[in-house]
């Protein structure tokens, strides 16, 4: 008892220290995270420099890191030209689109002992960071500024302020190796922000054309994900189409893994999730292994992909894991999945092991057909206003009803509530394990009751 | 496209791979996780070393790394009685329940260079492990095996399976230097499993003394938290009373961090759950300051306490933290509380910074007067049985009628409908951070109309 009172005690001095920082946060900028006070302008980096100086032991801990680089990178090399490049598929459709860029040569980087990188051509290279944060994205800017400087010291980086809109607008920043040194190895895009703006209207590509030419650049590197790389692919075929000198590099960065193909191994974002998620989960399998009274449902990120879930079942070794891909090629049903998981706590419940580990993508459920045709009539039905839970039992299809009715009320009320601008039912509002956990409950406590 | 394509087609065939292991999984032990195939018996560790011979890179890396040890710990030492203890309050309650105890001498370990520990007595130690698992516990027993083993290589350890239970039933099993090995660095508590059961009644205790002077325990050292620590004194007294050589030891285990004086200067558990949440709580915080468009409530386990979130919010500097004594203290009301975020909300965005971070205990509202005062009528009112919204709305007092319909309906309903068996309101099942972000984002959209 004394050591709860000493502590609560304790903990209001702390309290009170902690409510001034919160004050000083509130008016000040979050000096601590290396924010900038303002943002755009040519003050920018300045700012930042003044918010970086008083460095945590985390960032100076993670700036000791030196990642390992690829043994070609470290020496000199050269680029070579391969085969021409084509589409997987819809080749024609492509070529339409990108008259000047399509058919061009593979490159590949290769040893070159000949000529010191030290005596490359000044380049002047911008960036962008698009989308979600992932960390890697400052150990790209990092490796690029390194590797120019390496070539020729009077080469310039700039970064775009907050995303795309930055190269519409013109808002940057020149990267200086002060800069450079304070992010390495740190996650975040807080070096200059990120965005979602696609750059798709005639005005748009004027203004990029406008900042590239201004910035005299010889490259622009795009950081993001499918979107991104596609609108980079975009700039690309418009500059060159215009005569710019600007060449255009995507950078593949996406947390949904769906970036891989013989060229890209991982991408950023993914490695990291990945990672994060399987030390999580593989916590909650310590905990039903240690505690042996608990199944734990764990809802990973993953509409369309399963990628995540299946890179961390690999990892984690859970009893069952859902993969939404499967779901589909297989046409497993709710009802089904749901059987799955009442199936296995009862076979290891037989073994007296009333414990374990599942876990899904938060869209799993969007790859079932029978779901799938009850929201194809639930839009119909709900599309001439309101109608009541019972009027939509009574309209629904057999298949579609028995679902509608198999489904807990709250979440078949939440269906027919929370709909999207467009009056469509928002099936991925639904949190999926929520849903699994009482589905399984119910279906465990229906069976206890029968007997079973 | 073509990566997508590609990814996709990967994915199906390694779908099907960890289906594979499900199916596995499914029937026989979650080896990979080094959980024991059945529970309890001698053949317990035998089975256990069994399924840790395949360890993962990350168990062997886990292996690799030693703990500081004190340098006290690491010579040779003794031990000095001190003082007399007490208690912090209630002196006479304490006295009357632990009579045999009471008063016991402080002691103290000191240097001692001239006697080697190696000429030690054999000691014969059991341990139990209560509670949530936490990083640390196998490292306690580590550190036990290890002492002993210094002192006298035919010392035993004996770990009880499953909790406090295991040492009713005499469940247990003899620590080898193979088994300890495996586990040292591991998290979890699967090494023997951990439980909640109190020994209260005069059976239970009957049984723990049996099982004491079976194994003729020289010690039982009890690790856990407040509840168990309590348990293990109870213990100690009985032992005592009864002329049983065992001593009793407790070992702080908690993550609520309530179990700190000046002899505990912080208990693990609360170590690990305060890191692991401020580095995903700082990670918000760097989304936020990158994307530079979301304001993160995030809710932190900690409802009588809310040590957990004042540690994360002297790590991370939110915007705005809620400390549940410090509401307490100040007797701030829910609407204060929502006034204080939205104000900050609208002064960050006067600076053009439409995002933050905000960090909360999940019992926060519980210590609120307000909230406090609409719980004690809500309770008074519900207890005759069903009533509907309305009628509760005109029974409740001015201040609570006003607080109840402040509150988002789905919220008030939740409280009327979810009710524990005694037939009381469930505000700790209150999710507090989505309480806050819909009365945040409604005051907003008030003071948007109103034209601020």
Redesign the interface.
């Known amino acids: 008892?004394?050591?709860?009172?000493?502590?609560?005690a304790?903990?209001?001095a702390?309290?009170?220290?902690?409510?001034t920082?919160?004050l000083h946060?509130?008016?000040g900028a979050?000096a601590?995270?290396?924010?900038p006070a303002?943002?755009g302008g040519a003050d920018h980096a300045a700012r930042i420099h003044q918010s970086v100086v008083h460095r945590s032991p985390?960032h100076a801990a993670r700036l000791s890191y030196r990642p390992r680089m690829p043994p070609l990178l470290r020496g000199c090399f050269q680029v070579l030209e391969g085969d021409a490049t084509s589409?997987?598929?819809?080749e024609d459709t492509?070529r339409g689109l990108f008259p000047v860029l399509f058919g061009q040569p593979t490159v590949a980087l290769v040893p070159n002992r000949g000529t010191p990188v030290t005596m490359g051509n000044v380049l002047r290279v911008g960036f962008v960071?698009s989308g979600?944060?992932a960390s890697g994205g400052h150990n790209v800017i990092s490796g690029l500024f390194d590797h120019l400087h390496e070539r020729n010291m009077d080469s310039k980086v700039f970064g775009f302020i907050?995303g795309p809109s930055g190269i519409c607008t013109g808002t940057y920043i020149e990267v200086t190796a002060e800069l450079v040194d304070a992010f390495r190895n740190q996650?975040?895009?807080?070096m200059v922000?990120?965005?979602r703006t696609k750059i798709h209207s005639p005005e748009q590509f004027a203004q990029a054309r406008a900042t590239a030419e201004k910035l005299q650049l010889d490259g622009l590197v795009v950081i993001g994900g499918?979107d991104s790389n596609t609108n980079a692919m975009l700039l690309a075929e418009d500059f060159a189409a215009h005569g710019l000198k600007t060449r255009v590099i995507g950078c593949?960065k996406t947390i949904d893994?769906?970036?891989?193909?013989?060229h890209?191994e991982m991408s950023f974002g993914f490695d990291t999730a990945t990672k994060v998620y399987s030390e999580l989960t593989?916590?909650l399998?310590?905990?039903a292994?240690?505690?042996?009274k608990t199944f734990h449902f764990v809802r990973l990120m993953g509409r369309s992909?399963?990628?995540i879930t299946?890179e961390v079942?690999?990892q984690?070794?859970?009893?069952?894991?859902l993969?939404g891909?499967?779901v589909e090629?297989k046409k497993q049903t709710l009802a089904q999945c749901v059987n799955a998981m009442v199936e296995?706590i009862m076979?290891?419940g037989k073994?007296?092991?009333n414990y374990?580990?599942i876990i899904l993508p938060e869209g799993v459920i969007e790859f079932m057909p029978d779901v799938w045709a009850l929201i194809q009539q639930l839009n119909d039905i709900l599309a001439g206003g309101s109608v009541s839970f019972d009027q939509v039992v009574v309209k629904l299809d057999a298949q579609s009803r028995n679902l509608f009715l198999l489904l807990p009320r709250t979440f078949a009320e939440q269906l027919m509530m929370d709909r999207d601008p467009h009056g469509n039912v928002q099936v991925s509002k639904i949190e999926s394990e929520r849903l699994f956990i009482e589905m399984v409950s119910n279906e465990l406590a229906k069976r206890k009751a029968d007997g079973e």
């Open positions: 008892m004394s050591a709860v009172a000493t502590s609560a304790d903990a209001m702390r309290a009170k220290a902690a409510a920082n919160v946060a509130a008016t979050a601590a995270n290396g924010e303002t943002r985390l589409a997987e598929s819809d492509i960071l979600g944060p907050d996650g975040g895009f807080h922000g990120s965005g499918d593949p893994g769906d970036l891989r193909n013989q890209v593989g916590n399998g310590l905990d292994i240690s505690a042996k992909a399963s990628h299946l079942a690999l984690t070794h859970p009893n069952l894991t993969i891909e499967e090629a296995l076979e290891r073994l007296g092991k374990g580990l």
